[in-house]
């Protein structure tokens, strides 16, 4: 399943804003591994994130699987809530 998150990426474009954000698709299938990134919270507390997002909000490191080589992003949110984005968006077969 296709899931949408919020992901914090580099802006190299802009000297003043470090760091963007943009709405992301992602294979729920392609997950390997969630895990906190408080690097993040720090970063947010010290300005070098855009602003108006909230000093409480938390970030997860997120793992996709793309054969033998892997990739990882930073989302917007914990990961619970991640896990359940995740979770909630797969399809459940009835038997009957």
Do not use: A
Request: aromatic letters at 8%; charged letters at 30%.
């Amino acid at each position: 399943m296709i899931i949408k998150l919020v992901e914090i990426y580099k802006n190299s474009s802009y000297e003043q804003q470090r760091y963007s954000l943009r709405e992301i698709f992602l294979n729920s299938e392609h997950i390997v591994c969630l895990r906190p990134e408080p690097r993040y919270e720090k970063m947010l507390k010290e300005g070098y994130l855009p602003e108006g997002i909230d000093s409480r909000q938390e970030f997860t490191r997120v793992f996709m699987d793309r054969g033998h080589l892997g990739m990882d992003i930073v989302v917007v949110g914990s990961p619970e809530i991640v896990e359940k984005k995740v979770h909630s968006n797969k399809r459940k077969i009835l038997k009957g």
